[in-house]
């Protein structure tokens, strides 16, 4: 394998019919923070074989290019090493016929670049190891800024439980599943927060956390993040007790929105609509066609849907379906905890960030 890694290093392999590749979503968006200017390039490759013979993942590079075409940065992940990195990637074997999704594992990006585009090689070996087959693609990039003023939709002091880094299950969604493949077009929380009150510890919830009013987020206010117009509101999907009861996959097969449970669609008007899900049972008190002021109350944070833990979902997408592609949000008048920043800084937050409204 180390032979291998040299040879790609050197020439990679050119791109054959026998395998083809698909962009999710079709326009890759960078998240740009505000405060380092780092980006953060969050799409997929979807991969199908047409190869007659069963192929495996053996190598991705990328380069990173300027608008002149000038390579100014150069990434990649193999087989060499005796733990190579090329194993952290799952689902690598691809049959005759059959489609897999590769997570771009470059995907943060150094301030300061003048970044244009991105080239990819996937490179795909035999049963012997031998790279047989390969596909390019180039990514074009476009800085994404959210267009709405959007604040957080809980008080407190809030953790950010789960959001979309590389390792969040909100951006580990496998449209190449054959089931989610057809139940969703496009990953609509893609760029989603699980949000969670905590104490000053961080915990979550008093003592074992066995009952839902043990939790802090339990009933706490669930506000609109921006002025908008209500597109959809459920609010009669019942509660889960913690621990005890869960959505049964028969549900969700059935009716895929039930992942959110209770939940309110807002239309801010701009080509940007906001999901908020998991309310508490008849807490939700908006519904279609009302107009919603930024801070209002729509509801309350239930244990409804999907969920493992009791939280508020919040998602930025393009559309109000339920599987509309997912959009960068940033956030006003936030701060991390313990970390200041400038009163009129818009806020990137992710997985692990603790934060508290000003």
């Known amino acids: 394998m180390l032979l291998l890694a040299l040879l790609l290093q050197a020439a990679p392999p050119s791109g054959t019919a026998n395998l083809t590749v698909r962009l999710a979503p079709d326009t890759a968006l960078v998240e740009r923070d505000p405060l380092t200017g780092a980006g953060f390039a969050n799409f997929d490759f979807l991969v199908t074989s047409g190869a007659a013979r069963p192929l495996e993942l053996a190598s991705i590079v990328m380069t990173a290019h300027d608008p002149a075409g000038a390579m100014l ?11 190579p990195c ?52 180039t990514v074009p990039l476009r800085d994404y800024a959210t267009r709405t003023d959007l604040i957080l939709p809980l008080g407190g002091r809030v953790l950010v439980f789960d959001g979309h880094d590389f390792y969040a299950h909100h951006r580990r969604w496998n449209l190449a599943h054959p089931v989610v493949g057809k ?61 005890r009861t869960s959505l049964p996959d028969s549900v969700v097969l059935a009716r895929p929105v039930a992942l959110y449970g209770n939940y309110v669609v807002l239309d801010h008007g701009n080509g940007e609509f906001s999901l908020l899900a998991h309310m508490r ?10 107009r ?57 937050i992710d997985s692990g960030d603790v934060v508290q409204s000003r």
């Open 73 to 83: 940065l150069r990434r990649f992940c193999d087989g060499s090493g005796l733990s």
């Open 86 to 137: 090329i194993r952290t990637v799952p689902d690598r074997a691809l049959d005759r016929g059959a489609s897999t999704i590769v997570y771009n594992p470059f995907y943060e990006l150094p301030a300061r670049l003048p970044l244009r585009e991105l080239r990819y090689v996937l490179a795909f070996a035999d049963t012997a190891g031998n790279v047989t087959d390969s596909v390019i693609t």
């Open 281 to 290: 049972s008849g807490s939700v008190t908006v519904r279609q066609g009302d």
């Open 292 to 348: 919603v002021r930024q801070g209002q109350p729509v509801g309350r944070v239930g244990f409804s849907g999907s969920v493992y833990t009791i939280h508020t979902h919040y998602q930025l997408q393009r559309g109000p379906e339920y599987d509309a592609e997912g959009l960068p949000a940033s956030f006003s008048r936030l701060t991390r905890v313990g970390r200041a920043n400038s009163q009129g800084d818009r806020l990137r």
């Open 183 to 243: 139940l969703f077009r496009h990953n609509s929380g893609r760029y989603a927060y699980d949000l969670s009150i905590v104490d000053s510890a961080g915990r979550m919830y008093r003592g074992d956390g066995g009952r839902n009013e043990d939790w802090y987020s339990w009933n706490a206010p669930v506000l609109a993040p921006g002025a908008g117009t209500v597109v959809a509101a459920e609010s009669a999907e019942q509660d889960w007790e913690v621990g």
